[in-house]
């Protein structure tokens, strides 16, 4: 085997959990609603929800880390009345330890925070654990995987972004298919136990290729909420990415 911290972009394929007949993954739906309409947010999440989502992605941003602003604590809490998949609540925030508890008060079910952020990367992953919630760690496109190397064993999932974040509809950067590819990778290795997750440019043309690299679960804001009915959509794309476990590379 291959050192897992030196594939490249051929090898990942190679590497990749989905074997011929060997790939079991659940592959899960993760809609944003950074490109839903926001005057018709209930409506649009339990068009997603009919369309196969298994969680919906809530992507919470601060003018400071990113260069936009989204929502915070209490549009959360409203969505909490409305759906009741887990909130995955994607904080783009510096000093997110200031705010995990309100998330946490308001519904939120599954929180992830930037390494970039962090500099108590498992003090903040133990608080969000200490509220009972699914603990997550992201890494922008310039972070390489090995920063995530003492905390892998500590947290529930890990999220890749393919884009630079802030803003939805961006272009999937190919390169974080090798960085699936290594955490998938390192995980069988070290015999650890959490999911990938991917954010960024997912749409039919690049699925595909993402789920075969090893993301399991799949954030998709412009190709669910951007044209066309969310419903269909949200089928549409969980049916394609359900369908790259079963081929055969
Ligand atoms: C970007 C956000 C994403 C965004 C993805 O900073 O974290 O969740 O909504 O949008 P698409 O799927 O359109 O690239
Ligand atoms: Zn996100």
């Known amino acids: 085997m291959a050192d897992a911290t030196h594939l490249s972009m051929v090898e990942f394929l190679r590497f990749s959990p989905s074997l011929p007949g060997g790939d079991t993954r659940l592959i899960e739906l993760a809609p944003s609603i950074l490109s839903a309409d926001f005057a018709h947010l209930a409506d649009q999440i339990h068009a997603a929800e009919e369309g196969g989502a298994a969680l919906m992605h809530l992507d919470v941003m601060d003018g400071h880390f990113v260069p936009n602003l989204t929502i915070g604590p209490p549009v959360v809490a409203s969505i909490r009345k409305v759906t009741r998949l887990p909130l995955d609540c994607h904080l783009m925030i510096e000093n997110p330890n200031d705010f995990i508890p309100a998330f946490a008060e308001a519904g939120a079910d599954w929180i992830s925070v930037h390494q970039e952020v962090c500099v108590h990367l498992h003090r903040t992953v133990e608080l969000i654990k200490h509220h009972g919630l699914q603990a997550g760690v992201v890494i922008n496109p310039a972070t390489p995987v090995e920063t995530l190397s003492d905390i892998l ?97």
């Open 153 to 249: 064993e500590f947290v529930d999932y890990v999220l890749v972004m393919s884009v630079n974040p802030g803003f939805g509809g961006q272009k999937f950067i190919r390169h974080s298919l090798v960085k699936l590819a290594k955490l998938a990778t390192i995980r069988g290795q070290r015999g650890l136990n959490f999911r990938i997750e991917v954010d960024g440019g997912v749409a039919m043309d690049t699925v595909v290729e993402i789920v075969r690299a090893g993301a399991e679960i799949l954030v998709a804001g412009n190709a669910v909420f951007g044209e066309g009915h969310p419903k269909e959509q949200a089928a549409k794309l969980l049916k394609a990415a359900t369908e790259a476990t079963w081929q055969q590379v």
